[in-house]
């Protein structure tokens, strides 16, 4: 047994089923062992859309999702995902191969310093220089992914290291280094507060239950990022909706109106927080994202284990706001809004998954999640090109149905994954918002800059017969009346909905 078997023994005793990944030269040790064991690989087009395939197993279902790839051009395609799930703080585990270690900055070919690439764009990046180094540093990466999610992992294997029989394996002791000193500041706070207000993001889902019986039990009104959107049904009261820049009217009265403000795995970036309030509880398991007065470094469920909260009486001050959004064009025809607001409304109760573009603003408004994980789209760096990937990802690690809401500019970002999506026949509806434009670059030139549309007009396939050319169902309409008849059928993936619309800016943040 070399390292390559035994580090794919440790991916099976982790309880890893799935990985997405292509191979290559350097890390083919590794894929055989891949191919002896009882772990499936996904084959996807592009290492691009491997990383974003393992981000959306991971947003989707809170399990560890794992890309592999090989040497320097497998290796960098991986790079804008990684980052993307970086900026998300989405927890995955990247592989990359290498060349042998005698040829570490040397001239040799398709030899880079990969290393100090990845480290930039992950919470770590590990380069075992032995057998037993690999060993520990799979086992560390995994136990902190699951411990500890805070973002991607990377770890590079040489191919001398893989194939190397020199090894020693061993159980790892981890303690987490919390820093829970300012509870007592924070507790006093609480004790004083009437008017309190949960701000939940990410990574406090793990955690629904309890918020919601701490929540319900002491009446506290609760808000959410993007990203935790769902972790109580925005259909109830309680939850206010979105905070920050696309606040709900009623979110930002409580934000506005709190005394004591308890922000819980929250990355607290400019869009949730474009100022830091004095009464901030922030709690967070990574200490680089922390803010405020009263941070704290923890796990959320070990604050609220201590944190003592009383019964308050404002949220009925609050739900006297009208809470309602006014979205122009929701009825015309065709309208971006008008098509989004009806496949939203068709699949209420599924993962959405949404790519870059203005119609991520329509889907992010109008999506009313019932519970956690059900919107999944890159808020952090936003990348063109995540919704078809991010989605098979999602349809495998939890084998629902999953909606995709692409629009014409990105879906062509990474449109060779429809092989993918036909190869594992996954029920993945794919809805192309066709408006033969980068929108809301157009809209930036226009309003911002004061130009007329540069470089931003989309001289399009024909994506019916494109999905076609894959073997996948594909219609085209171009009316709402038709897009209600074909959302009346029983709808099952692989599937691909073009939906032409027209020209639409989207509402600027207040």
């Keep these: 047994m070399n390292v390559a078997d035994n580090l794919v023994k ?5 309880g890893i089923k799935e990985v997405f990944g292509i191979p290559g030269e350097q890390i083919m040790p590794l894929y055989k062992a891949l191919s002896e064991s009882d ?31 090989t040497a320097s051009p497998g290796a960098f395609n991986l790079t804008m995902a990684v980052a993307t799930a970086y900026k998300d703080n989405v927890p995955i585990l990247v592989i990359t191969g290498d060349n042998e270690l005698k040829y570490r900055g040397s001239d040799h070919f398709q030899s880079l310093p990969q290393v100090e690439v990845f480290k930039n764009i992950t919470r770590a990046s590990y380069n075992p220089l032995n057998g037993t180094e690999a060993m520990y540093v799979l086992r560390a990466a995994i136990y902190e992914i699951k411990s500890f999610p805070k973002g991607p992992i990377h770890i590079n294997l040489s191919k001398d290291v893989l194939l190397s029989e020199e090894f020693q394996d061993f159980d790892l002791c981890y303690l987490c280094e919390d820093d829970m000193s300012n509870l007592t500041k924070a507790q006093e706070l609480i004790d004083s507060s009437s008017k309190p207000l949960f701000i939940l993001g990410a990574g406090a889902i793990s955690e629904k239950s309890n918020i919601e019986r701490i929540a319900r039990k002491y009446n506290i009104p609760v808000t959410t990022t993007f990203h935790a959107k769902g972790i109580i049904s925005e259909k109830d009261d309680l939850n206010l909706g979105l905070v920050g820049i696309r606040a709900t009217p009623r979110a930002k009265y409580a934000f506005e109106n709190a005394d004591c403000i308890v922000a819980l795995g929250i990355k607290a970036s400019e869009r949730t927080l474009p100022e830091i309030p004095d009464n901030l509880i922030h709690v967070n398991i990574n200490k680089d994202v922390l803010v405020g007065n009263y941070s704290i470094h923890g796990k959320v469920s070990d604050f609220l284990a201590e944190a003592r909260f009383k019964k308050v009486d404002w949220l009925g001050e609050i739900l006297k706001i009208d809470n309602n959004i006014e979205i122009d064009g929701l009825d015309d025809d065709m309208s971006p809004q008008a098509a989004i607001k009806r496949i ?13 573009g203005s119609h991520t603003t329509w889907t992010t408004l109008l999506k009313k999640s019932l519970k956690p994980r059900q919107l999944l789209f890159s808020g952090g760096l936003a990348p063109m090109g995540y919704g078809l990937p991010a989605a098979i990802g ?6 629902e149905k999953i909606i995709v809401i692409n629009g014409d500019g990105d879906f062509q970002m990474n449109l060779q994954e429809l092989a993918t999506l036909k190869e594992n026949n996954l029920d993945v509806i794919v809805f192309i918002l066709n408006n033969s434009e980068y ?41 709402i ?3 209600e008849y074909v959302l009346e059928s029983n709808l099952a993936g692989p599937l691909v909905v073009e939906v032409v619309v027209g020209s639409e800016d989207i509402p600027l943040p207040r």
């Excluded at 440790?10 to 982790?14: K, Y």
């Excluded at 499936?40 to 592999?68: F, K, M, P």
């Excluded at 030139?445 to 999905?467: G, H, I, R, T, W």
Aim: aromatic share 8%; hydrophobic share 40%; net charge negative.
């Design 394 to 399: 999602a349809a495998i690690a939890t084998g």
């Design 439 to 479: 929108g809301i670059i157009r809209q930036w030139q226009e309003q911002l800059y004061d130009m007329k549309p540069y470089q931003v007009s989309l001289k399009n396939p024909d994506f019916v017969k494109l999905a076609s050319s894959y073997s996948i169902d594909a219609v085209r309409v171009d009316n």
């Design 344 to 356: 939203l409304d068709k699949f209420d109760d599924n993962v959405i998954v949404s790519d870059a």
């Design 39 to 69: 772990i499936t690989h996904i084959l996807t087009r592009h290492e691009q859309a491997a990383a974003h395939a393992a981000d959306g197993y991971a947003r989707s279902s809170g399990n560890v999702g794992v890309c592999i790839a």
């Design 481 to 483: 009346s038709d897009l």
């Design 10 to 14: 440790i991916l099976e005793e982790e």
